[in-house]
């Protein structure tokens, strides 16, 4: 365990669905993280949030949409998704936002889009 | 883009051998980070190693770094099964605000 919980673990979605990836960590951390990782592709950063404000946003598709109500619940809202989006999602923490920090990351919400 | 690309891509080895990976990476950095990702699974952070050190230990775990060549090799000694996963290293990089995983080293320890 390392203290970051996500849900749920698998999700099966058609194109034209809505739905919601959670994040909670229980670490104290500072900044949270959005991840994808595809099949035979490096993990990519999609959205960093530090002390509950985005601060980074790396060319993702507004048809994922983040949401930081709290340092410690990370959201990730799904609308409107292709098939090339089903991968892994994995969240992640920090104590701050720094690369000096490592990050803890939770099990990952494993993505089917139809 | 700065990467941190693992070599090999795949590696097998008899249990209680010992494994060997390497990252290579394009420009500076800061310090260079390993982690590992069971099959399907969350990423755990195992290292840690900044610009100024040379070697790292944890246990069984020993890093170097080696910023002329711009590379790190992770060494695993005494294999176990439990061992087998992937290993990836993540770099920063000056001016980067983001780690950089590269594609990871999948490693296959044999009973």
């Known amino acids: 365990e390392t203290g970051v919980t996500q849900t749920p673990r698998h999700l099966v979605m058609g194109m034209t669905n809505k739905k919601s990836l959670k994040c909670e960590q229980h670490?104290?951390?500072?900044?949270m993280y959005w991840y994808k990782q595809s099949a035979k592709k490096p993990l990519e950063l999609m959205f960093v949030?530090?002390?509950?404000?985005?601060?980074e946003n790396n060319s993702v598709p507004s048809r994922f949409s983040p949401e930081c109500p709290n340092s410690s619940h990370l959201f990730l809202h799904l609308h409107t998704l292709q098939p090339e989006d089903s991968a892994l999602y994995l969240c992640?923490?920090?104590?701050?936002?720094?690369?000096?920090?490592?990050?803890?990351f939770g099990p990952g919400t494993r993505l089917t889009v139809l | 883009s700065q990467q941190g690309e693992e070599d090999p891509q795949a590696l097998s080895i008899q249990e209680g051998e010992n494994a060997t990976m390497n990252c290579s990476y394009k420009?500076?950095?800061?310090?260079l980070q390993w982690y590992r990702q069971n099959s399907g699974r969350g990423l755990v952070h195992l290292i840690l190693?900044?610009?100024?050190?040379r070697e790292k230990h944890s246990g069984r775990l020993r890093v170097t770094l080696d910023t002329s060549k711009k590379s790190s090799s992770l060494l695993i000694t005494a294999s176990r099964a439990a061992d087998t996963a992937s290993y990836f290293c993540?770099?920063?990089?000056?001016?980067?605000?983001?780690?950089?995983f590269g594609q990871g080293t999948r490693l296959t320890i044999n009973p």
């Open positions: 670490l104290g951390h500072n900044a």
């Open positions: 949030y530090s002390l509950e404000e985005r601060v």
């Open positions: 992640a923490s920090s104590q701050e936002r720094g690369l000096q920090f490592e990050q803890f």
């Open positions: 993540a770099t920063d990089g000056q001016g980067a605000q983001k780690l950089v």
């Open positions: 420009t500076s950095i800061n310090n």
């Open positions: 190693i900044r610009s100024n050190e």
